[in-house]
């Protein structure tokens, strides 16, 4: 399978807890990208990579969120403390530079409790 | 500001066209986007437009005039399984050059027997 993979696909956690989603990216691909989608509304931007640096950030994101892709392949997504509001699909998405189409991974469902 | 507008809701017969618009403001156009996701799936690309006129692609066709700000996709022949999310995407250019994608909300399509 050489599409973007997305792991875990769905995670219930508490309130508190701290979770990680994992995202490997189409290999040639050095655009990365995380969003995240509730019922209804389109992908909310998060983050993204080119290769290995973060270039660009959400300001709607809080420092509870993290992200690397310490090697310019794979990137993790880290929510530290969870809040029910933190309850989405988070989605990763690959592109190559210079060309629009992003290729979508299945998503991580998180619901938190 | 950039915004996109799209309607929510489309209701529709199979073997029948359908017409889905978009209309944005944004400022540092580069290019529109068409995807498609099917309920509790990852968004999938359907068409790009950067330049005005009609881009076909079997019963898929999109169009962009960017004077108006406006696009549409357009389905022809449509099936059951063209029953789900169309969303529409603006791609700009930022101040530091580089790419971001604006989404709209999606409109939700509904194929009748």
């Known amino acids: 399978d050489t599409g973007v993979s997305q792991d875990p696909r769905h995670k219930i956690t508490k309130r508190g807890q701290n979770v990680t989603f994992r995202c490997d990216p189409i290999s040639e691909h050095n655009r990365l990208y995380w969003y995240r989608q509730t019922l209804g509304q389109g992908p909310e931007f998060l983050t993204y990579?080119?290769?290995?640096?973060?270039?660009?950030k959400s300001r709607l994101l809080s420092d509870r969120f993290s992200a690397e892709r310490p090697k310019g392949s794979f990137s993790t997504l880290e929510i530290q403390r969870t809040e029910q509001g933190d309850s989405a699909m988070y989605l990763c998405?690959?592109?190559?530079?210079?060309?629009?189409?992003?290729?979508f991974g299945e998503g991580s469902r998180l619901t938190v409790l | 500001g950039q915004n996109i507008d799209q309607p929510t809701e489309m209701t529709a017969t199979e073997g029948a066209i359908v017409q889905i618009n978009c209309t944005y403001q944004?400022?540092?156009?580069?290019?529109l986007f068409w995807y498609q996701q099917h309920a509790g799936e990852a968004p999938t690309f359907l068409s790009y437009?950067?330049l005005d006129g009609l881009e076909e692609k079997g019963r898929f066709s999109s169009f962009l005039s960017r004077s108006k700000g406006y696009s549409y996709l357009l389905l022809k022949e449509l099936q059951m399984k063209d029953s789900a999310s169309y969303l529409c995407?603006?791609?700009?250019?930022?101040?530091?050059?580089?790419?971001?994608?604006?989404w709209g909300l999606g409109t939700s399509l509904a194929v009748n027997p």
């Open positions: 944004t400022s540092g156009f580069n290019g």
């Open positions: 998405a690959s592109s190559r530079t210079n060309t629009g189409e992003l290729f």
């Open positions: 995407a603006v791609r700009v250019l930022n101040a530091g050059n580089n790419r971001k994608l604006i």
């Open positions: 990579f080119q290769n290995e640096a973060q270039l660009e």
């Open positions: 437009n950067v």
